[in-house]
């Protein structure tokens, strides 16, 4: 596609469920990031691929989160036990191997009750 | 840790006006910087960016500049409009992530 797609565009979850999120980047984009914003914040990295391989993952607050991005394209951010304090935007970013910029998914909207 | 941080957090001024957004950092390592607009529960827009061996871009009424010997970059709206209403946010780029501020909220009057 043209850009980074999503999904969901939301996604409520109870406390305690696990819920996964979808990242399809550009097609052919090598680097792949994943960021957390919360309300009124800047976005906040949690991790970032590289081809399938994940080269750091520093960002992820806990071991509650999980991300893969098996075939080098698809990546799925993972969120298990989920609690409050995940609530949050969750953007997805994808770049050619030349850095020129990045380009922003419109992000998923978690809202944890 | 690497922090952005960015002034005003908000800001309103009438139709017409030229305006700055100002972004510094606490370390002036190279990098690449990011200028950002995100609308109300979207994504992340680029603007501009400027590349490490860059001192400013323009496009169109948006002009950005980066000094990197004081570790700021500033973000100059001409003749602003109600559609420039949005968040602005300035990036860091390197060692493979971006560090964001925390943003500034523009509004426009018509």
Same mark, same amino acid.
């Given at each position: 596609g043209a850009g980074v797609s999503q999904?969901?565009?939301?996604?409520?979850?109870?406390? !305690?469920?696990?819920?996964?999120?979808?990242?399809?980047?550009?097609?052919?984009?090598?680097?792949?990031?994943?960021?957390?914003?919360?309300?009124?914040? !800047?976005?906040?990295?949690?991790?970032y691929f590289q081809n399938e391989a994940?080269?750091?993952?520093?960002?992820?607050?806990?071991?509650?989160?999980?991300?893969?991005?098996p075939e080098g394209s698809v990546s799925?951010?993972?969120?298990?036990?989920?609690?409050?304090?995940?609530?949050?935007?969750?953007?997805?970013?994808?770049?050619?191997?030349?850095?020129?910029?990045?380009?922003?998914?419109?992000?998923?909207?978690?809202?944890?009750? | 840790?690497?922090?952005?941080?960015?002034?005003?957090?908000?800001?309103?001024?009438?139709?017409?006006?030229?305006?700055?957004?100002?972004?510094?950092?606490?370390?002036?390592?190279?990098?690449?910087?990011?200028?950002?607009?995100?609308?109300?529960?979207?994504?992340?827009?680029?603007?501009?960016?400027?590349?490490?061996?860059?001192?400013?871009?323009?496009?169109?009424?948006?002009?950005?500049?980066?000094?990197?010997?004081?570790?700021?970059?500033?973000?100059?709206?001409?003749?602003?409009?109600?559609?420039?209403?949005?968040?602005?946010?300035?990036?860091?780029?390197?060692?493979?992530?971006?560090?964001?501020?925390?943003?500034?909220?523009?509004?426009?009057?018509?």
């Amino acid at each position: 596609g043209a850009g980074v797609s999503q999904s969901p565009r939301y996604k409520v979850a109870k406390r !305690g469920q696990d819920v996964a999120l979808r990242c399809d980047p550009i097609s052919g984009h090598v680097s792949l990031f994943w960021y957390q914003q919360a309300l009124g914040q !800047g976005p906040e990295f949690l991790t970032y691929f590289q081809n399938e391989a994940q080269l750091d993952k520093s960002g992820l607050p806990s071991d509650r989160f999980f991300a893969e991005r098996p075939e080098g394209s698809v990546s799925t951010l993972k969120i298990q036990r989920t609690q409050q304090e995940d609530s949050a935007v969750y953007l997805c970013a994808s770049s050619s191997r030349d850095f020129y910029g990045y380009t922003f998914g419109s992000g998923t909207r978690l809202t944890v009750v | 840790k690497q922090e952005v941080t960015q002034i005003p957090a908000a800001l309103s001024v009438p139709e017409g006006e030229n305006l700055v957004l100002n972004c510094s950092f606490t370390d002036s390592a190279i990098y690449n910087l990011q200028w950002f607009r995100q609308d109300p529960g979207k994504g992340l827009t680029s603007l501009l960016l400027i590349q490490s061996s860059q001192r400013e871009q323009t496009s169109g009424r948006l002009n950005a500049s980066l000094d990197k010997s004081s570790g700021r970059s500033t973000l100059y709206i001409a003749a602003s409009q109600p559609g420039d209403s949005a968040t602005y946010l300035c990036a860091k780029y390197n060692f493979n992530k971006f560090y964001f501020g925390s943003g500034t909220k523009l509004n426009v009057k018509p």
